[in-house]
């Protein structure tokens, strides 16, 4: 039938005539008839696609894959998410199959953290999690089910979950525990729970809570708080904890919270110094006004570590009769062995002018908004720091969410010979043609600014943006008259680029330079 169509339209298909109604009809016909045998045909090869398909996968590496190698694969795509999430993506690679099964229950990492703390603790189950760690050390998170945020919600007539006595069993008993994370929602929910792992039985040959390296308190941000003094349950609880080195405290900010027989200036925080003496790395979250932070510090002797985030705010350090500041009025205070110091969200850099840290090698400050006038980017405080501390060998400098004029900042960068990584993030150097134009030195010149620096990164700038405006591409080819170091080179939009902003000349230009480009979105 249908060679004898193809005869009565052959003389259509090599020409260009219009076809009679009869014959476009016929023409018709046919495309339903050739439709419906290429569906068939389709149906026939997507069986044999998926035959295929199944018959590969039988073969492939994936089956041969080592289970060590398979168990890396699981923690790395559980690590990034809340321990709910975590969880959930861990039942559903169990139940793949019994091999992935088997290989989910005998990587050890997979197991080693929990989150607890709702109306449905189960002391069996939160044991036999943990013991599929094996001999790993142990997490617990004290924040899973507490209301929103993971915060107790608890009022005052209602009976707090930290006081669960299967909360308190696992702090008793749970073996190789060395990691606690506390969400609270009020104060007097910390002091409950200080209260009840006091009045706890012990048992002599356990006690895993004394025990733990790292401990961390967040106070729910939302929640009114009311802080006494003196703070005896805190005094327990940090004099028991001879073995911890890192230390979390996230305060809750001060517009929510009342002070009793105080105000912000005076608070107690309550952190035992003897405790504070043997942390390694600390990171504090507290807007209260006052020299809270300098007080705690002056006892971190050991620290290598710290963080502090600021909330926003400044600290206030202008009480002449604080104890605190009349002892740094004429000294700073020393942390001989910090390596690294993480500023966040930080109005000011007065927390600069009282620190002293020979041995920094790592250091990042973030301002909380590059648009607001009262950010205030200090190069004094900045160049009277790294002069005071003598930590020329600052090796990795970020600088986050602020203004800056161009000269201060090259002042600043050829303090710092041994620098071996710079980030700008969201940071506005002005005027922006002056900036890298002025690092470059006298063409005859053999020596230039930041000879070791090996990675840049110049982050959430605007999707127009191009090495060429600001001259940071003559800068790059430039460098390599005084320095051989091959530098990666990143740059990151806060939107979609424009990517023929930037001409493959360029790119080309900069790889022969020894310069390594990545351009990417965020």
């Known amino acids: 039938m249908p060679q004898k169509e193809d005869k009565n339209i052959s003389h259509l298909l090599q020409s260009n005539d219009v076809p009679t109604p009869v014959e476009a009809g016929r023409v018709y016909d046919e495309i339903d008839d050739l439709e419906t045998e290429a569906n068939a045909l389709r149906l026939q090869l997507d069986a044999l696609e998926g035959r295929l398909q199944q018959r590969r996968s039988i073969v492939s ?76 050390s142990k997490r617990l998170e004290v924040a899973e089910g507490l209301g929103y945020g993971g915060f107790c919600g608890c009022e005052d007539s209602e009976p707090c979950r930290y006081t669960d006595p299967i909360i308190i069993r696992v702090l008793k008993e749970a073996r190789a525990l060395q990691d606690l994370r506390l969400h609270v929602g009020r104060h007097i929910c910390l002091t409950k729970f200080f209260e009840s792992l006091q009045s706890a039985p012990e048992n002599p040959g356990l006690q895993p809570w004394k025990h733990i390296k790292s401990i961390g308190i967040d106070f729910d941000p939302c929640s009114y708080n009311s802080w006494p003094t003196p703070l005896d349950s805190f005094q327990f609880f940090f004099t028991q904890l001879a073995f911890v080195t890192s230390f979390r405290l996230y305060l809750p900010p001060r517009e929510n919270t009342s002070f009793e027989n105080s105000d912000p200036w005076n608070a107690t925080i309550g952190i035992p110094p003897r405790f504070l003496s043997q942390l390694l790395e600390l990171a504090i979250q507290c807007d209260w006004r006052g020299s809270h932070i300098l007080g705690m510090l002056e006892h971190c002797t050991s620290l290598e570590t710290l963080t502090v985030d600021l909330y926003c705010e400044s600290m206030s350090l202008d009480d002449l009769n604080d104890p605190v500041m009349r002892r740094l009025r004429t000294r700073r205070l020393s942390l001989p062995n910090l390596q690294t110091l993480i500023l966040r969200r930080t109005q000011t850099m007065e927390l600069l002018d009282y620190l002293e840290t020979p041995l920094l090698a790592n250091m990042d400050v973030g301002f909380y908004n590059v648009n607001a006038l009262d950010t ?42 041994y620098l071996r990584r710079l980030t700008l993030e969201k940071f506005q150097v002005l005027p922006k043609e002056r900036f890298w134009a002025s690092l470059i030195p006298d063409p005859m010149t053999k020596t230039g600014p930041l000879p070791l620096l090996e990675t840049l990164e110049i982050l959430s700038v605007p999707y127009i943006y191009s090495p060429g405006d600001d001259g940071l591409y003559q800068f790059m080819i430039s460098r390599r008259q005084w320095s051989s170091t091959r530098v990666q080179l990143r740059i990151a939009h806060v939107r979609p680029m424009e990517r023929k902003r930037l001409f493959f000349t360029q790119v080309n230009r900069l790889k022969r330079n020894g310069v390594f480009l990545h351009i990417t979105e965020g």
């Open 61 to 136: 590496s994936v089956r041969r894959m080592p289970a060590e190698v398979l168990g890396e694969i699981f923690q790395l795509a559980v690590s990034s998410n809340g321990f709910g999430w975590r969880k959930h993506c861990l039942e559903n690679f169990m139940l793949v199959c019994k091999a992935w099964r088997n290989v989910a229950l005998i990587t050890h990492a997979l197991w080693n953290n929990i989150s607890i703390g709702g109306p449905r603790n189960s002391y069996k189950k939160i044991l036999a999690w943990l013991s599929r760690s094996g001999s790993l």
């Open 376 to 417: 205030q980017f200090s190069p004094a405080i900045f160049t009277n720091f790294l002069d005071s501390s003598r930590c020329i060998e600052l090796k990795c400098l970020s600088l986050r969410e602020c203004h800056v004029n161009a000269e201060d900042l090259s002042s600043i960068i050829g303090r710092l010979p």
